[in-house]
């Protein structure tokens, strides 16, 4: 491997640190303390790993966490009613529904019922759309934690050609809109996108945002490229026993680092930043409601 190994892991514990030092702070100036509500509808095991491992991770920072576990078959009327309590309840700064909802559910309606300046995943439409304006939003915690991790990297993300592949709401978008953000040459792939190789193949900057295991190969990197890899896929691992499972992303590990100057490993890449950002967006919501000053 000749690539720069990008720490996710490493990275986000420094910004874990930083916000439970903020925390500490409005506590003691302020006695404020930030809190989180996560909604989780149904019982999908990998939504409830994740719900639970933000609920742990908020406390750790020092803040409030509240968790509402909601049955597969809740209807969208006791949800909305859920979602408007915590709007107006004044402890709770931060409000997540965990996506996917079940198909019963509008997911759209639910998102924008939520007070957009709580809106800590940042996919309420008026946030998407001062993120596009290029105005003070709440920014999407994944897309968010690429950028921190390519800032730290390059410095300057200026004038550098970025490929971002994969094109939905909650990733492919605002990465794109990020990146543009930080005056890079944006290209967004998708699955209909043509010669993908060739497209990838200009890029200083890949982000991987598919859920297709290991389908960026290392001989579509230019040489000293960035990859962020956002994709988390779990494969068969015969090697490690019957039966057993690993984690991967979207790009070929191996072959990558072979090519490029610098690459996020998964695990430990993306997903540790994203609740890390989780975290920083929630004391965030917390400061701006009582018009304090926010952390860098
Ligand atoms: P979606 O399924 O919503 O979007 C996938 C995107 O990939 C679509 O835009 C799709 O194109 C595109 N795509 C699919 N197949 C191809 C292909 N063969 N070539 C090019 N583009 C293709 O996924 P998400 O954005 O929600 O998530 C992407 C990955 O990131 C998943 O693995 C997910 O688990 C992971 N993830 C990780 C997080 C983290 O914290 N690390 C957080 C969120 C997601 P089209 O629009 O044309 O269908």
């Not at 409030?64 to 006791?78: F, G, I, P, Y």
């Not at 004044?90 to 529904?97: D, E, N, Q, T």
């Not at 993300?157 to 543009?180: E, H």
């Not at 190789?197 to 190969?217: F, N, S, Y």
């Amino acid at each position: 491997m000749s690539a720069t190994l990008i720490d996710g892991k490493a990275f986000a514990a420094t910004v874990r640190e930083k916000v439970a030092t903020h925390v500490a702070r409005l506590k003691d100036e302020h006695g404020l303390t930030p809190g989180l509500a996560v909604v989780i509808v149904g019982d999908d095991p990998a939504s409830h790993v994740y719900v639970r491992s933000k609920g742990k991770a908020t406390v750790e920072a020092g803040m409030k966490s509240v968790e509402h576990r909601l049955d597969a078959d809740t209807s969208e009327e006791a949800l909305l009613t859920l979602v408007e309590q915590l709007n107006t309840d004044p402890s709770i700064h931060g409000i997540l529904v965990q996506l996917p909802l079940p198909g019963h559910l509008n997911e759209d309606l639910v998102i924008n019922a939520i007070d957009p300046a709580k809106d800590v995943d940042g996919f309420h439409i008026s946030n998407v759309g001062l993120l596009g304006t290029g105005q003070k939003s709440m920014v999407p915690c994944t897309p968010l934690g690429c950028l921190m991790m390519l800032r730290d990297h390059h410095g300057s993300l200026s004038g550098l050609d970025a490929v971002v592949i994969g094109r939905s709401n909650i990733v492919g978008k605002p990465m794109a809109q990020l990146l543009l953000g930080d005056s890079c040459t944006v290209t967004i792939a998708h699955s209909r996108t043509k010669d993908l190789p060739e497209v990838v193949r200009r890029a200083d900057i890949v982000v991987a945002a598919v859920g297709r295991p290991e389908m960026v190969p290392g001989d579509w990197i230019k040489p000293g490229a960035t990859v962020i890899d956002v994709g988390i896929n779990r494969i068969d691992a015969p090697e490690k026993g019957e039966g057993k499972t690993r984690l991967v992303g979207d790009c070929h590990f191996e072959s990558c680092a072979e090519v490029a100057g610098a690459i996020t490993p998964v695990p430990g890449g993306v997903g540790p930043m994203t609740i890390a950002c989780l975290l920083a967006n929630t004391v965030t919501a917390c400061c701006r409601a009582n018009s304090l000053a926010e952390p860098e």
